[in-house]
């Protein structure tokens, strides 16, 4: 670890040398060059957006490159390359002007000129691009509703987007990282290499990388964005290192190698925060930490076959194990109090939707629980337990749960896998109970709602449970299709209160995302999609 450490601080020793020979390049005081310096523990996989499938990736791309709308802090719609749009009143027909002064970076593709400006038909390219089912993006289920030759450029300005049937979270969907824009010269040029060799509009461009070990992105000084008449991004470079061993990286951040740090790691959260979730004394002054709701939910799953003769599935039994669990001890002393209770809600609690239904089963009460076991008229046999299966990320998690369950009758144990059988074995419907969460791709409540729907059971998508409620479908079915926002939220919270009932997930928190940066940093935006952004920071 310590080589991989040398290895950091000696990229961050070259970085002036490698800002002179960047995108865009000019002199500059290389002694006040301004540097954010983090760590990515978990590695990038690709710097193409059509594979900003991971929070790792989509954090680098979005550095890297813009969309045509983006979202502010408060989750809310702003324009970036698209500097207006339009909707249609039958929400089939999307309508997008262009800035005229986004360029792409400059770079070998462009030949002579170096580079070239954005227009509609970039968009049009970088869209199909994704649907191109050679490519295989993960990302193409964000343009399924998309009709046939649905993508047009009218003309540089103006682009369109025609859906086959209306869907009232569509603008949220284009802020995702797939649809940044990408130029066609440089998907020929690099071909299945633009993966590392990646050419977008955004605040930073790229300059260097060398898998497993270091990243360097430049100021792009060409960038269209500004603030108060200041042209952004405010820094001149971002360094980024892959140390596996997250102990080794929080001690560096302690020594102000790292400028920032995110998420919260067994290894040093006690060392680190109360069961509060305050910061310890010690740290208070040196570093600032900030905390905000994270869109999403941790859950225990449970597998709906009526093939499957088993407790769980009984309504009542599902019930009992929600009453079995104290949701506020767990997030207390395993989390430090990182995390917010469920109260029955799929959906996590910064969409904020209006109904918080706290059902008595979503409430810490053993009586109850045994209450429930009985109505069900089951016998719970110690000799047939119910499995809960995990990775070994989040078995103390499942630990805490079997004691609870065991505590209220319900015999229980665990089963811990290696991360790929557990994902491949739960797709599969291998699996009767697990634990789980779902992070959303954009702020719309329809998107945790959609995972119960009947024509999302695998293999056509995410509905591990294999859920299927004729009811849930048809109101799902009308509120994607609903134009009013409040119309569409009641929609919504029926959905919500249809899965609370019946219980085919067991929501345990909606998760918090913290972060902690050194004193000298200012600018640094949040949101509750976890959204790392950089172009606004400021190093002192």
């Known amino acids: 670890m310590q080589t991989n450490l040398n290895r950091f601080y000696l990229l961050i020793t070259v970085i002036t040398l490698l800002f002179f020979s960047g995108c865009n390049q000019n002199k500059h005081n290389n002694s006040s060059l301004k540097v954010f310096r983090y760590n990515e523990s978990a590695g990038i996989t690709s710097l193409d957006p059509a594979f900003a499938r991971t929070t790792e990736n989509i954090w680098v791309l979005n550095q890297i490159y813009n969309g045509l709308i983006q979202l502010d802090s408060n989750l809310q719609l702003i324009s970036c390359i698209a500097k207006k749009w339009q909707v249609s009143e039958n929400g089939l027909e999307y309508r997008f002007t262009l800035r005229d002064d986004v360029f792409f970076h400059e770079n070998e593709c462009f030949g002579k000129l170096k580079t070239r400006r954005v227009t509609a038909n970039d968009f049009v390219f970088s869209y199909n691009r994704i649907l191109d089912e050679s490519l295989s993006s993960p990302g193409s289920w964000v343009f399924s509703n998309v009709r046939e030759n649905g993508f047009v450029a009218e003309n540089d300005s103006v682009f369109v987007i025609y859906l086959k049937q209306a869907f009232s979270p569509f603008l949220n969907l284009l802020t995702h990282q797939y649809c940044s824009v990408v130029p066609k010269e440089a998907i020929d040029f690099y071909k299945s290499n633009f993966r590392a060799n990646p050419v977008g509009t955004g605040p930073f461009c790229f300059k260097r990388w060398l898998e497993g070990e270091k990243l360097v992105l430049l100021k792009n000084k060409k960038y269209f964005e500004s603030v108060n008449g200041k042209k952004l991004p405010f820094i001149d470079a971002i360094a980024l290192s892959f140390i596996k061993d997250k102990q080794t990286v929080y001690l560096a951040f302690l020594k102000n190698k790292f400028d920032f740090m995110s998420g919260l790691d067994g290894s040093y959260k006690d060392d680190l925060l109360n069961f509060d979730g305050s910061l310890k004394g010690k740290h208070m002054g040196k570093f600032l930490m900030h905390r ?122 665990i089963q811990v896998l290696p991360s790929a059988v557990n994902s491949e074995s739960i797709a599969k419907g291998e699996i009767d109970f697990f634990r789980k969460s779902w992070v959303a791709d954009f702020p719309d409540a329809e998107n945790f709602l959609s995972v119960f729907c009947s024509s999302k059971i695998p293999p056509q998508g995410p509905n591990y449970t294999r859920f299927s409620n004729p009811v849930f479908d048809s109101i799902y079915a009308q509120s994607i299709s609903t134009i009013d926002a409040s119309e569409r939220i009641k929609l919504y919270s029926k959905l919500d209160s249809i899965i609370a009932q019946e219980c085919p997930v067991i929501s345990l928190y909606y998760d918090e995302a913290i972060v902690f940066y050194h004193n000298n940093l200012s600018g640094l935006q949040f949101n509750s999609l976890n959204l790392l952004q950089l172009k606004t920071v400021k190093i002192k």
């Not at 079995?324 to 395993?334: E, G, V």
Request: aromatic share 10%; with cysteine; net charge positive.
């Open 292 to 413: 905000m709701p994270f869109l999403k939910t941790d859950y225990f799953g449970i597998l709906l076959n009526n093939k499957n003769v088993n407790p769980l599935q009984n309504l009542k039994i599902r019930q009992a194990i929600s009453a079995s669990i104290d949701r506020r001890k767990l997030i207390t002393f395993l989390r430090n109090g990182i995390g917010i209770p469920s109260q029955g809600s799929f959906v996590a609690d910064g969409l904020n939707l209006p109904n918080k239904y706290n059902p008595k089963h979503y409430q810490y009460n053993p009586e109850y629980a045994k209450q429930l076991i009985k109505e069900s008229g089951i016998i719970l046999n110690v000799n047939n337990p119910i499995v809960i299966t995990t990775t070994s990320v989040y078995a103390d998690v499942c630990e805490f749960v079997q004691q609870q369950l065991n505590e209220c009758g319900i015999p229980s144990k």
